[in-house]
């Protein structure tokens, strides 16, 4: 199921997305270098202002170039590819990888069996002599990298505490990405940045000051709008892949 916001403040989700089928095709892959890669997807959410989107994404086998106009987040949920950097690095996806390409990523992507993510990106300006690099994250996720980030500070009810892995976070604070962890509880929430969730594990009711309610249930792609303001609801404990700018 795919929810269109109704408004600026609405969640934009889709329910089972990685069995969901209505696609728009998107054409052929543009720079092929080798076959004949074509896209298809669903666009979730897109900002008024173009700078951030936010989707699901499949493509079909062949090479092709590929130059990064902001920092990507993607999950891949199917398929295999190699993504290879102009400056040497080799990055392997497959099912379960969660990939961020900073802004400035140049190099080519290989697909060998068609890939299909949810990905969201921020038009965000390379910073002054970044790293371009690939960031790359497995599950199960390493034990070693799960860090403790203390209890939710808005509880209405119970004792929701967080952990998780951040993958990534610009210098000047304005992209993150990771993966998030959360207890049971019930607390407000006011969405401070646009955010892409993509729902793993456990379950949960958003309601938004209007009365609206979204039921999030293990592969459940959202996206927050910056300003959003409600409550959540945890009665099981949740794991999601972020971005946030």
């Given amino acids: 199921m795919l929810a269109k916001p109704a408004a600026r403040d609405s969640v934009g989700y889709i329910a089972a997305v990685s069995k969901l089928d209505e696609l728009v095709d998107w054409g052929p892959q543009p720079e092929s270098l080798q076959g004949d890669s074509h896209s298809s997807g669903q666009l979730l959410y897109r900002t008024s202002d173009r700078q951030v989107e936010s989707g699901l994404w499949l ?32 990055t392997e996806v497959g099912p379960g990888s969660v990939v961020l390409f900073p802004a400035g990523w140049r190099g080519e992507c290989e697909v060998h069996e068609t890939i299909r993510n949810t990905y969201m990106l921020s038009m965000t300006k390379p910073e002054a002599g970044q790293n371009t ?113």
Wanted: aromatic residues 12%; charged residues 20%.
């Fill in 59 to 90: 493509c079909t086998p062949g090479r092709w170039r590929l130059s990064l106009p902001g920092d990507e987040l993607c999950h891949f949920l199917a398929g295999r590819a190699t993504y290879y950097q102009d400056d040497g690095q080799v």
């Fill in 133 to 245: 690099e690939a960031r790359l994250l497995g599950f199960p996720l390493p034990a070693d990298k799960v860090v403790d980030w203390g209890p939710v500070p808005t509880m209405v009810e119970g004792n929701s505490r967080t952990s998780g892995v951040m993958l990534y976070r610009r210098s000047d604070g304005c992209s993150e990405a990771g993966v998030w962890q959360c207890t049971p509880g019930w607390w407000n929430c006011h969405v401070t940045s646009d955010e892409y969730c993509h729902f793993l594990d456990g379950h949960c009711t958003y309601v938004h000051e209007s009365g609206e309610v979204i039921d999030i249930a293990p592969d459940t792609l959202a996206f927050f709008p910056r300003g959003w303001r409600g409550t959540c609801h945890i009665t099981e404990t949740i794991r999601k892949v972020y971005m946030i700018r």
